[in-house]
């Protein structure tokens, strides 16, 4: 969010920082519990191999993904309103860059494949959110930007794009019609 009036990203030492802040504050509200294969390790095993993989996602989101986008606008709330219904659809976008692009930041175990983007409603609905957000029309281009967490190599970026047209947002919208009335009925 800072880098939207700064132009710089933050450093590898904030960043770091903050997701161990992030990490015991959750671990702290919430609590943990442990699956059976887990409960041989113990608990401060676990905890600490969790948050030195959160930390190590957070390194690499600084240093592979953060500095290729200049965002315009960053983890933002988007309302539509849905004709005749007492519901709107509400979508949080994690990234609009100055480059028209939507972007979807996820983390995983395994590489995808280019069908998680090319199907993905999520990526669907941030291109009607985004028109309502920017009122410019869809996006040029969607990304759905990984973080692979892989055990062996540390983790690895992997970037997918797609693009959408009305036909995807009028099959979203018939999709979200479909369930306006579910809830109705």
């Known amino acids: 969010t800072q880098k939207i009036e700064t132009h710089q990203d933050i450093s590898v030492d904030d960043a770091t920082a903050a997701a161990a802040?992030?990490?015991?504050?959750?671990?702290?509200?919430?609590?943990?519990?442990?699956?059976?294969?887990?409960?041989?390790?113990?608990?401060?095993?676990?905890?600490?191999?969790?948050?030195?993989?959160?930390?190590?996602?957070?390194?690499?989101?600084?240093?592979?993904?953060?500095?290729?986008?200049?965002?315009?606008?960053?983890?933002?709330?988007?309302r539509l309103e849905i004709p005749k219904s007492s519901h709107d659809f509400l979508g949080i976008i994690d990234l609009v860059d100055d480059k028209r692009r939507v972007v979807d930041w996820k983390t995983t175990a395994q590489r995808k494949s280019q069908s998680e983007a090319d199907y993905s409603l999520q990526l669907t609905a941030y291109a009607l959110l985004y028109n309502k957000l920017t009122g410019q029309g869809y996006p040029d281009e969607l990304r759905l930007e990984y973080l692979v967490d892989s055990k062996k190599r540390g983790p690895q970026r992997q970037m997918l794009r797609t693009y959408r047209g009305d036909s995807s947002v009028d099959a979203l919208a018939a999709r979200i019609e479909t369930a306006k009335n579910l809830v109705k009925a």
């Open 21 to 78: 802040a992030a990490f015991d504050k959750q671990v702290e509200v919430y609590g943990i519990t442990l699956s059976d294969d887990e409960k041989h390790k113990g608990e401060d095993a676990v905890l600490g191999e969790a948050k030195d993989r959160a930390v190590a996602m957070a390194k690499a989101h600084i240093e592979l993904q953060a500095p290729l986008y200049q965002p315009l606008f960053c983890e933002e709330a988007v």
